[in-house]
Structure formats: C-alpha cells, structure tokens
C-alpha cells in the first residue's frame, strides 16, 4: 500500500477555499495564518499538478474539474471526522445478545431502567439460542452476550465469562392434565414463600410420560439434558420446538407436559392454568452467564449495563 503524499490539512484547506472563495476568508473559517493557507492550497495543487482556481479581482474562482475534487474531498474528511468522534460514539452504545429465555423475559426490565437513566443510548439487542449467541460475542457482533447455561467458545483464550444469575427449570403440565390423572395435588411453599399446588412424581413416573422441549443448542435443552433428561430411563420426548411460548401453548392442550425457566411460566403458575410437577430427588437449578470478548471495547455504557445488570 502506497501512502499518499496528500495530507488532511491540504484538504480541509481547498474545502474551506472553495467554499468561502478566498484565502483570507478561509483563513478565519480555519484559525489559520492567511500565509499558512496559501502554503497548503500550493502545496495541494503541487500534488495535483494542476491549479485549482483562477483570481478573479479580490476572488477566488474554482476551475470547473475543481468541483469533483471537492466532493471527493468533502467524503475523506467526514471519514476522517467519523473516526475521530468513534469513541464518542462508542461510548454511547452497546450491542446486546441475549439466548431467548433472557432476552424475552428478562432483559425488558433491565433495558427500561437503562433507558430511564440514559434516554440517549442505544441499545441493539439480538436474540438467539445459546449456541448462536456465544458464536456472535466471539466474532465480536455484540459486545456482551448472556447466556442460560455453561459457553462453549470456540477459542477460550480470547473470550472472558462470568457466572451471573442462578435460574431454576420447572417441569409442568395444565390444569386437570389427562397424563396426571392418576396423581393427586399437593400444596406446597415455592421459592417466593407462596402457597402453590403441584404434582409430585418420581423420575420413573416421569419417564413414562410425554415430554415436550427446546431444541438442540439452546441453554434450556443443555440444561434440560444436563439436571433432567439424564435421570429419566426411555424418556418420552415427543417434540422439541425452538420457542417457549409454543411449548406453553402446546402443554396447555395437553400434548404433553413441558420444561423451561419459571420466568417463562410464573404468570400461568400463579393464575391456576399451569401446574407445576416437582421431581424428587433432582435439583432443576441452573447459572446464567455472561460472555464477551476480550477484545471488546468496554465504554462507558457497557460498564453502566454490567453494573446494574
């Protein structure tokens, strides 16, 4: 690659000789000595080879090639204006993955209280399954990526995460479900303190009936395989489907019964029209990460969101 020999100043000095139409003028647009500018506008046309304006009594007038110069000109020194004011830029904005349990019912409420404090930021968010959200901070097309079970990366040397929240999964089915007809309710405390009633079922119990569930390379699924699906013996998985919210609509026609996050289905849970089923002896807990790239610019909205997050 050839540097060119053309500097910024040159260039800046033409546009402002251009635009005012004298040397004098563009001398004071620049805070620039008049003989400074004449210098650069020589030492330009020097580069060129060829003069750019003809005198005109007290004016400058530019040659009629000098207005495609100028356009040309104008582009570079916005280009270069945008790259000086990057940072600033920067600083103003934060590029958000989320896997889809997080970023449909958990990131809302965070990003309101970020806009409240920050009106002007913004905020880009992209929403994905685990597998596809990790792959996005390491190919840095987001700058943070929060994620609901243990990142795989491709390369660990460049990526950094931190565990964030814990959740827990729940297994459920509806109201007066027909595969649970042989089991009886039982009132129980859940994490909040409150009163709800719930099946009670053995792992062998389970696995006898038909499951419903996210799909390969979702954070749900990893779990699932990982805290469920191992302890249950011929498990009955009849469908996976990539979105929660058709799981829930498929459990509450009683295709099946199904598993995900209780921030999916606490509504339902506690209006009565999803029941819980507590599997005894396995513990349905899970970490929610936090993954980003160390090369990733950390500005001051991605510091904000990382604290309050």
């Given at each position: ?177 027909r595969w649970l007809a042989n ?91 999803l029941v819980r089923v507590e ?31």
């Amino acid at each position: 690659m050839t540097l060119p020999k053309i500097t910024l100043k040159q260039m800046a000095v033409f546009a402002s000789v251009y635009e005012t139409g004298s040397t004098s003028e563009a001398s004071a647009v620049l805070h620039l000595s008049q003989s400074a500018v004449s210098s650069a506008l020589a030492a330009f046309e020097s580069r060129l080879d060829m003069p750019l304006f003809e005198r005109v009594g007290r004016r400058l007038e530019p040659h009629p090639y000098s207005k495609q110069i100028y356009i040309q000109v104008q582009a570079v020194l916005r280009q270069a204006l945008s790259i000086e004011h990057y940072r600033q830029h920067q600083a103003g904005q934060i590029r958000i993955g989320a896997s889809t349990t997080i970023g449909n019912y958990v990131l809302p409420d965070i990003i309101a209280n970020m806009y409240q404090q920050l009106p002007a930021a913004a905020i880009e968010l992209h929403i994905a399954n685990t597998r596809e959200v990790v792959a996005e901070a390491e190919q840095l097309r987001v700058d943070i990526a929060l994620v609901e079970a243990t990142p795989h990366p491709n390369n660990f040397k460049v990526m950094q995460q931190q565990r964030w929240r814990t959740d827990t999964l729940v297994v459920f089915a509806c109201r007066d479900s027909r595969w649970l007809a042989n089991f009886a309710l039982t009132a129980i405390k859940d994490d909040t303190g409150l009163v709800r009633q719930c099946y009670q079922l053995t792992t062998t119990e389970l696995a006898k009936l038909p499951l419903i569930v996210r799909e390969t390379g979702s954070g749900t699924r990893q779990s699932i395989d990982e805290k469920l699906l191992q302890y249950l013996p011929n498990v009955q998985v009849i469908m996976e489907i990539a979105q929660s919210e058709a799981i829930k609509r498929m459990v509450r026609t009683d295709i099946g019964l199904g598993c995900l996050s209780q921030h999916i289905i606490d509504e339902e849970l506690a209006n009565g029209e999803l029941v819980r089923v507590e599997v005894a002896g396995l513990d349905l807990s899970r970490q929610w990460w936090m993954v980003w790239h160390t090369a990733c610019h950390q500005s001051e909205l991605w510091q904000q969101f990382m604290a309050q997050i």
